[in-house]
């Protein structure tokens, strides 16, 4: 993978991986073409749609009564254009495929022949999308009015609710709001809207960091037990350096899975959470994969307070949203009373109900919080004017730092001259985020929805590859 392809959730956060549970079969030694007959299959069933193919699939191949996933994943990437299989034989089949909104990906089914042959893992792994396939740039009215098209019949149809700006060359060029902020007391959505981040949020942790590293208080290749030298396991502290926590090359894994809930009330600072993640040993040698930690920018935000003598909260009040001028950014409690926060909703049986249980007690470094669109365009702004970092820092950060080039410090990176991009992505249920800055042609794309991945994610990235 070459600089620059993000893989989301859903859609695919950071190199997903959608591992299956082993079934054991009969066959011990897969025919010719098997693989390729269950890609096959599953393609013909994600581009139709249609539940009876999903089932069908299932018990094929899944042998799993739950098609859920497949039913959100193609929602999510709408239908899939098959470009090129790369390799195909009995056992795995790897394709380069082509979303509908445009993100190409290298799709894989892998089979095992261990104890029985049964399908083992799927994996959807973005990738640059080919020159022949990358979409043509569109003039700006068109541009304008196609994305209104698409943004309004998604809220139409019920399947998006949030904000989106386009800013080019210091000038917003078009503001789009929809939906409820609050369903229960039917509160449109407004320019001043304030929605849950996500992982938005790492882009103000790495800034941080570099700011502290610009300042001579920290160094990248510092190990984390010289700034948290009481951090419970010293062997991962030992082990790991900063720059590999902001470039997810540390191995710290990640932490929202199922039981985060059961604990959520409890983490109410970033040391809080040493008590429930320190134990837990390293996925990978530090630096030799790479592996998206939200844990490991967890411990950035304790570095950062160690460094900086303030709270997180604080410090970046004071150094990133105050010279951004982000004054609808923060990450107050769920607890607390914030004006113009939109309440969450993720889609249960069909419906869409408010989302608390998952939600973390506050924002942290590792994402969380709440901001505006706008305040992502005064953030991504004050960046390029050289409020936050050093010009070298800034080129740091939004360049390629990790082993496959999609990552930066802080920030997902892709594409050169002009089509070189940088931002983030964030989702969790009942909430969507996207930053797009495409510093050489002078434009910011974001957009923020309190609905589930991908629906606002999607539009953001349909405009931002027609860019005139």
Known sequence: MTPGQAVRIFKLLLVALLLFPLTSGAETNPPA?????AFDMWLTSHNSGEKGDFEEFNRTYYKEDDYKWFVDFRESTGQLQLLEVKSDTPTRVDALVLSEWGNAMLASIIFKDEDGFAMDEMRFEGVPTPDA?????????????????????LEAADKLSGSFLMSCKGQPDFEWSGGLADREASIPVSAATRFR???????FAAVAILQLADAKRLSLDDPLSRHLPEYPNKAAAEAITLRQLLNHTSGTGNIFNDDFPKISESLKTHRDYWGAFAANDLEFEPGSKEGYSNYGYILLGS???????????????QHVFGPAGMTATGAEPETAAVPDRANAYTETEGNWVRETARL???????????????????????LQEGKLLSEESLAAATGPQNIKGWYGYGFMVSGQGRDKQYGHEGGAPGMNGILNVRPNQGCTIAGLSNFDPDSMANVVNFVTRRLP
Do not use: C, H
Request: hydrophobic share 40%.
């Open 197 to 203: 981040m996500a992982s938005l949020g790492k882009m």
């Open 133 to 153: 396939f990358k979409p043509a740039p569109m003039e700006r009215a068109a541009l304008v009015q196609e994305a209104t098209r698409r943004l309004d019949e």
């Open 303 to 317: 570095v950062i307070e160690a460094v900086s003598g303030e709270s997180y909260y604080d410090y970046v009040e």
């Open 360 to 382: 973390p007690w506050r924002g942290t470094a590792a994402g969380g919080g709440y901001t505006t669109p706008r305040d992502l365009v005064n953030f991504a702004t004050a």
């Open 33 to 37: 073409g098997y693989a390729r007959a």
